[in-house]
């Protein structure tokens, strides 16, 4: 760090705690701060932009950058500190919260909040914010205003452990409500700023104040060598990578599921759909499964499922319907995914860790069998489909954007998928050839709110380029976060189809509620939006003019929308069009 700082070096007691605070978070590995403005978070804005080592990162609005703080966790596996002030501001913060605490992303909040003399006073600006996240985060402390009579030392034992409770598993949001009593800038003021010895010993040190591994989730060992037992020797079972949220974890997926012999059914978000040619992989599993032919006669009898949740709603009602007899889950999480109460196993445990025990007390399942051979051959012919219909469509279309887009992803670039028909056309017919950054999507709870803000931060937390495939609700939703992409290479590819195109996939569209309740038209397009925040706009008729555009973006090396329009009827037909011949190749395979 460089001499000129000093941590203890402040202008008054409020100022040493929030330094103090700042500086215990970077040490801690927590050095981007997303900050929104405000004046009772002042101290808190200010130690963070004067700190050598901070990364700052500021936006208006608080629900956006609250997003950006998630994504940048989401890409980094480390928490991201949200500023922002008392108020609705806080308030603003929840859906992020909620995405976080759902789908075990770390997140620092750090709120800024008035003294106790000022609560339930009627003061401007002052709401109730303790425990304002409720049970969506995993820690919360209301921190006092500064005070002679209290140790620094408390500021630094609780950034610690407010960073351990947002890591350790299962990670997710932790609230910081930090009170502050006025002047709140940078003012000297005549007040003794003595810290005891164990401050200053931590003050002229480069270590974090209390040490804090981060535990890891041992496989019980009598639990796993009784799941041996029961998938040893079983043929007719299936892995299904979930969510998985680094390299190791996929890896060791990969060894699990080859040890086994088993087809391994990957999700979009398990970093392993890509790289196409993979032994056993099934990368067009949902497609597959549109044969009946193929569901009836390829019932597993065991499944092992790795990693968070899947976005495949037919693979999961295919697993309902098939109730194997064992179905285990396996996640560095307690909480239970089993919507339709299947699920027999669940070893919350370190996935590299778990697939190394359980490998052990395996004997090699060999190469392929017909079992496997079946599945692969299926996710093959279903794949075929999908490249011919991209390869030979003259107009632009839904699933073809999904595959075109893929396919032409630079290496370096991270994918994030917007819920809704993004993220399944994606999984559906995503590219599997050649190797791409992960992939990346809000699927905890599934909203479209913030999605752009969440680009934005995966490309903060990465330091690198991203592509955001997003509908147009769900851009419109979340429009002032396309401020976010100043500076940062996100090349946004919006499908407008005029409004919820997913519903047309739904019960309702034959009900005359439909429209306009659920289509939800808007008649706009995007190119006065890309001109508000500058950035360069491209809307391609064909798809090789979609190509040539998404190639010259992302060649840029800086962010663009490119605006891809078509029709939600249509849409609705090309998908059905699509799994019906589907459906046929792989029945023609498996003679149905």
Request: glycine share 8%; aromatic share 6%; proline share 8%.
């Amino acid at each position: 760090m460089p001499e000129r700082f000093s941590v203890l070096d402040a202008p008054n007691r409020t100022y040493l705690w929030t330094q103090v605070l700042v500086e215990e978070l970077v040490r801690n590995g927590v050095d981007t701060f997303f900050v929104a403005p405000g004046s009772r978070s002042t101290p808190l804005t200010v130690a963070a932009a004067r700190h050598p080592e901070a990364r700052t990162v500021l936006h208006v609005d608080e629900r956006g950058n609250a997003f950006a703080a998630l994504g940048c966790g989401r890409a980094t596996q480390t928490p991201a500190a949200w500023i922002t002030t008392s108020g609705t501001a806080v308030a603003n913060g929840l859906p992020a919260v909620v995405e976080a605490s759902v789908d075990g992303v770390p997140v620092l909040l750090l709120t800024a909040d008035r003294p106790p003399e000022l609560r339930d006073t009627g003061a401007n600006q002052t709401i109730d914010q303790v425990k304002i996240f409720g049970d969506y985060v995993r820690w919360q402390v209301d921190v006092p205003p500064p005070s002679d009579k209290m140790d620094p030392a408390y500021v630094l034992t609780t950034a610690n452990q407010a960073v351990h409770r947002t890591t350790r598993p299962p990670a997710g949001p932790v609230h910081v409500n930090c009170m502050f009593r006025k002047p709140l800038e940078p003012v000297a003021a005549e007040e003794s700023l003595s810290v005891s010895a164990s401050v200053k010993a931590w003050a002229a040190g480069t270590d974090p104040y209390t040490q804090y591994p981060t535990p890891v989730s041992t496989p019980p060992g009598p639990e796993v060598q009784a799941l041996a037992e029961l998938l040893g020797g079983t043929e007719k079972g299936l892995v299904v990578a979930g969510r998985l949220d680094s390299a190791a974890a996929a890896d060791a997926t990969q060894r699990l599921a080859s040890h086994l012999g088993w087809p391994l059914v990957p999700d979009v978000t398990s970093r392993l759909r890509r790289g196409g040619g993979q032994a056993g992989h099934v990368p067009y599993g949902d497609l597959v499964l549109t044969s009946e032919a193929f569901r009836e006669a390829h019932a597993p009898e065991a499944v092992l499922q790795v990693g968070g949740r899947f976005a495949s709603k037919r693979l999961r009602l295919f697993l309902r319907d098939c109730a194997p007899q064992t179905w285990a889950v396996v996640r560095p999480d307690p909480s239970r995914i089993d919507p339709d109460h299947r699920v027999t196993h669940h070893i919350e445990a370190d996935v590299p860790a778990f697939a190394d025990a359980l490998i052990a007390r395996l004997d090699d399942g060999g190469g392929a069998t017909d079992w496997r051979r079946a599945w692969t051959t299926a996710s093959d012919r279903a794949g075929a489909v999908v490249r011919t219909h991209a390869e030979d469509a003259d107009a632009l279309t839904e699933p073809l954007v999904a595959t075109a887009l893929t396919d032409a992803l630079p290496p370096d670039h991270a994918l994030v998928a917007a819920s809704s028909m993004p993220v399944r056309d994606l999984n559906r017919h995503g590219a599997v050839e050649g190797t791409a950054g992960p992939t990346y999507a809000n699927r905890g709870a599934s909203g479209i709110d913030g999605t752009v803000a969440t680009a934005a931060g995966v490309a903060t937390g990465r330091d690198g380029p991203v592509t955001l495939l997003i509908g147009d609700l769900a851009l419109w939703h979340d429009l002032n976060s396309l401020a976010l992409l100043q500076g940062r290479p996100v090349v946004v590819v919006v499908v407008n189809n005029d409004g919820g195109g997913i519903f047309h996939f739904l019960p309702i569209r034959e009900h005359d509620d439909f429209d306009p309740y659920f289509t939800t038209p808007h008649g706009r397009d995007f190119e006065d939006a890309a001109a508000t925040f500058d950035l360069p706009y491209h809307r391609p008729e064909s798809p090789t003019e979609f190509r040539a555009a998404y190639d010259r973006a992302c060649q840029s090396g800086a962010s663009a929308v490119i605006e891809v329009q078509t029709d939600r009827e249509t849409n609705r037909k090309v998908h059905e069009r699509l799994e019906r011949g589907v459906a046929a190749e792989v029945e023609s395979e498996t003679g149905g």
